[in-house]
């Protein structure tokens, strides 16, 4: 593998020391990029995009032909997981993931299998490793995936859900079914993300989309308990680096104190929170990755590098903050925007280190 | 007027004594009942309903006839404001209000009225003091408005939002307008507040649907500090009784603490913040109200009645809990089910008091 020549991003989220706040964006590789539009008309579905090694990092790699950032992130979707137990993942237009074959009852969470990730898997596999050659060690690759309550929430209610009638109706009602189920993605999460590590994933992350949904503990007991078993089950040294894993509850805020004794590295933080309160919250034990509105991309330029500067100050001097938005990046952002946002963090963040 | 028979809910958000937790639901007039939808297609469209003072009323009522409940919420919709300002309110089948007229530039907001409430939202004001005369001293009748950032949300984006790029980026880009409209919404919600409290509401309670889609210092600045001039302009005493006022901020479970200084009597909580923090975070200067995961209505009794008991044991002994979920109830729940909660709560609640 060719030496890592921009190696901020692992450095900052294992609290050394940087130059330069190291920078990357949420949902980076997307729909805001008609560069992205282009490859996403010709691959077919989105999970013909998913699925194509070549097209899948071509797409990771297009934003950072734009922009200067730090880090790339896998181009890929959480529910490659679901859909590799038998699932049947599709997209309907316009209205989002779904599956053909939802986890409902105890006979289905009985038969669920934990997909061998080199076998089942072996698209994502490959993408990561097509994705580190053409990186040529220019800047780290991300792996991730989303955490089993996430997971769940989409395997059980057979797509997005506003209410999550159906997840919490199980989780309720059955607690120890809803915990087969965890259990088994957890197992699943681990395998696949070891395997992106060891396909060359420099860092990895998890995506805890819906954690936010629920309350403390069942926050606690249903989706933060499976991210920490995770976490111990991970590979944390590959090619002799520390492997550094970053757990993001979007609406966690909360819940930072109890995420970080969890044995991660980092945190995602999203923009509800104030990151010095975070900061002051965490302590050392570390990083935290975030966290502007992504709405701050409908303004101007000017505005963009003063909520940049706002976010720099609130985190304040010293390593450990890996700037990015609160969320991803929303599909209707003009990409000179993002470049502003880019710009702006390494503009104006050496005088914090 | 008749006098109070159930005082439990006026007493509880004052923080005196009681001898049950009182205890009421967010949107406990609405969809889940048969006989919610059955006046609802005699009336026409929704707003033909909110427009129709003795079907207001009915509606109003029909949850009091089938539970044990501790007080009466007017039913209305957080939008007859924007509408009575001119915006023009539908609602486009299935997917929710749309305005005819957004409000997004500098003309739209300057010649934005302020609605005389008597007079352009008279329909409101005839249900209040219908209510008032069904109810004949039942239980207590709670008003309400939305917050000035949750109407303006509708108000820029024309409708209901999941980014919103629209009332963000004018709130980025052009913070002085935002706060003009905000300012003359807010003066709007004094005078529909204060005319609901003449015309008979004992209590009333501001609806901050969207202030949790903002980081800290934007809901401080475009959110609370309009709660905080509106709670400063309340009529806080009628009918020789003072008029208890409550905020809820969905999603603000990390801003208690300066929620509760804008002066009100209570905050609404959702049931994504601990009631044992919550009230350790804001002491004794406001009551807590809710708040229990309106999920857990999918779950059997005996689920609900286990839930129940956590919400209270989390609140603990003493007055200044109004028991209610943490967000509206779901349209597709069993109305046993929220008859198993109620009963739980008069069941369970006397060993706190």
Not at 112 to 130: I, K, N, Q, S
Not at 154 to 177: A, C, H, I, Q, T
Request: glycine share 10%; proline share 5%; charged share 25%.
């Amino acid at each position: 593998m060719a030496e890592l020549k921009n190696d901020r991003l692992l450095r900052a989220l294992l609290r050394h020391e940087v130059d330069v706040t190291p920078v990357w964006m949420m949902r980076q590789a997307g729909r805001y990029l008609p560069e992205y539009r282009k490859i996403r008309s010709r691959a077919g579905s989105f999970m013909d995009l998913c699925m194509n090694p070549e097209l899948a990092c071509e797409v990771t790699i297009q934003p950072l032909r734009r922009f200067p950032l730090d880090a790339a992130i896998l181009f890929s979707d959480i529910l490659t997981i679901p859909d590799a137990m038998g699932l049947g993942l599709y997209f309907a237009e316009g209205e989002g993931p779904r599956f053909h074959h939802p986890i409902q009852d105890e006979a289905a969470v009985k038969s669920l299998g934990v997909p061998d990730p080199e076998e089942d898997l072996g698209y994502v596999m490959e993408a990561v490793r097509t994705i580190r050659r053409e990186l040529d060690g220019q800047v780290p690759l991300i792996g991730f995936s989303g955490s089993p309550w996430t997971l769940a929430t989409y395997m059980v209610e057979g797509g997005s859900s506003k209410n999550f009638s159906k997840v919490k109706g199980m989780m309720f009602e059955r607690p120890d079914l809803m915990h087969k189920l965890l259990a088994k993605t957890a197992d699943a999460v681990v395998l696949y993300l070891n395997a992106q590590i060891r396909a060359g994933a420099q860092a990895v992350m998890i995506f805890d989309t819906w954690g936010g949904v629920l309350s403390p503990s069942d926050y606690e007991s249903f989706s933060l308990a499976y991210m920490e078993r995770i976490v111990r089950g991970l590979v944390r040294e590959h090619e002799g680096r520390r492997v550094p894993v970053t757990l993001f509850t979007k609406g966690g805020g909360q819940w930072l104190e109890a995420m970080a004794q969890t044995g991660c590295d980092a945190l995602g933080v999203d923009w509800t929170t104030d990151l010095a309160d975070a900061r002051a919250r965490v302590g050392d034990r570390v990083a935290l990755q975030g966290n502007i509105d992504p709405a701050i991309l409908y303004a101007s330029g000017e505005r963009i590098r003063e909520g940049v500067g706002k976010v720099l100050a609130s985190y304040g001097k010293g390593s450990g903050h890996i700037f990015n938005l609160g969320h991803g990046i929303h599909p209707d952002v003009d990409p000179g925007r993002a470049l502003a946002l880019v710009e702006a963090v390494h503009e104006l963040s050496p005088a914090y280190h």
